[in-house]
């Protein structure tokens, strides 16, 4: 087992790389059968739809596994509700591996105004790439399903199963790692709004395939 900034990183030796991921976020506690490790006082939003709420400013959430370690192409969907007066800058998810190289993070970007654009990045020590279209906006306070598909050659994110971008990069699997959630792992860019649901596939899933709003 390899420490990681307070956490316990289990190997993932016994994991059945075929299958998919799926994280209900409505727990403070755990989330994926594993213990989680809360930063701040995050929020549970009770009801028949439930979800975990971050303040922006120091609300996390860490887990001491990568679940996206070994896949050779993946697909991750979060269900998130980004709230209007959110910092500028804001990592909700980040995942990274044991040795601190290779990571994968989805992001957002929020204008004054209320309105947010997607930023995707994968990066190893084969290269690195960051996907975002600031002209792809869109309003915060409401539910959204946003992707990063990686397809072994080639990665693009997307917002309700719509494409916002692509582009060709070389990223070998990952090793198994951590997660945070609401928070870059270094903790900056801090989260606010809620997220509800997270997914991860074993494959490029197309966008047909994609969770959307009401589906």
């Excluded at 998919?20 to 976020?25: D, F, M």
């Excluded at 009770?46 to 679940?67: R, T, Y």
């Excluded at 306070?141 to 990665?155: N, Q, R, S």
């Amino acid at each position: 087992m390899l420490p990681i900034r307070g956490l316990t990183i289990e190997p993932d030796d016994k994991r059945d790389l075929s299958r998919s991921v799926v994280w209900a976020i409505d727990s403070i506690a755990s989330i994926g059968g594993a213990k989680a490790t809360a930063l701040g006082s995050p929020s549970l939003r009770e009801g028949s739809d439930k979800a975990v709420c971050f303040n922006g400013v120091d609300d996390a959430i860490l887990l001491p596994m990568n679940p996206i370690a070994g896949w050779s192409q993946f697909t991750i969907q979060v269900r998130i509700k980004p709230a209007a007066d959110g910092p500028p800058e804001q990592r909700f998810l980040h995942l990274q591996d044991s040795g601190g190289t290779a990571r994968a993070l989805l992001e957002l970007r929020m204008d004054k105004a209320g309105r947010w654009y997607l930023d995707g990045f994968l990066a190893s020590a084969s290269g690195k790439l960051a996907l975002v279209d600031p002209e792809k906006k869109h309003p915060a306070g409401e539910w959204y399903w946003v992707a990063l598909v990686f397809d072994g050659a080639k990665m693009s994110i997307l917002v309700n199963s719509e494409k916002e971008k692509e582009a060709g990069l070389e990223f070998p699997p990952m090793l198994p790692g951590e997660t945070s959630i609401g928070v870059r792992l270094n903790r900056v860019s801090w989260f606010k709004g809620c997220i509800a649901e997270i997914r991860f596939d074993p494959t490029a899933l197309a966008a047909d395939a994609l969770q959307r709003p009401g589906g």
